[in-house]
C-alpha cells in the first residue's frame, strides 16, 4: 500500500506524509500518482470542498482505496465521521486541517466567499461556538493540524 494525497494549501498534505512517515510508505501527490499503476492499494488523503472528498470518484476509478482519510475546517469530528461514512458508504476518517485564506485563489477564493456566507446564515439561525470559530478561523486563517490524532487509523 502507498499514501497518496489531494491537497492544495498543504494541511491534507501534513496528515498524508505523517501517516505514510508512522507506516513506513511511500506517499505521493496526486500529480506524482499519475505514475503508479491502476487497481494498486492506496490510503487515500483528500480535502473538503463543499462537504465532499475532492477528487474522490477519479482517484476511486484508478485505485483500490483500503483506506479513505479526509481534511476538512469543521471541528465537529463525530459528526463528519458519521456523515461522509453514509454518503461514501464506508469508514471515512476526518482531520481537522486548517486555512490559509492567502493562499486562496482563483475559484476556491469565490467558492469560501459562498461558505462564509452560508455559515453565516447558520449562525444566525441557530449560534453555536463550531459555527463562530470556523467563521473566526476562516477570516483570519489557522492551523489546526494535529499528527496525533493518526492513531485512530489502525
Ligand atoms: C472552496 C473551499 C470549500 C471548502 N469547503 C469545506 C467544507 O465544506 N467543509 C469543511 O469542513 N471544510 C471546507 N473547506 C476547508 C478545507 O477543507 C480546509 O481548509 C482544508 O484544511 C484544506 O486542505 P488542503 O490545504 O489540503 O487543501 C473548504 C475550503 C475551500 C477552499
Redesign the pocket.
Known sequence: MVVVYN???????KYAVGYAKSKNLECYSLKEAKRLKKGMDIAFFG?????KISKFKKVNKKFNILILAC????TNIVKREKELKELYNKTVFYFV???NVND?KGF?KF??KK?VKSIEKQYKEHPTNNLEYQLRSIKSGISQVDLTKLNKIF
Open positions: 491537497s492544495k494549501t498543504n494541511f491534507t498534505k480535502n473538503i470542498r463543499l462537504g481534511v476538512g475546517l469543521d486541517g486548517g486555512i486562496l476556491d467558492i469560501m461558505v
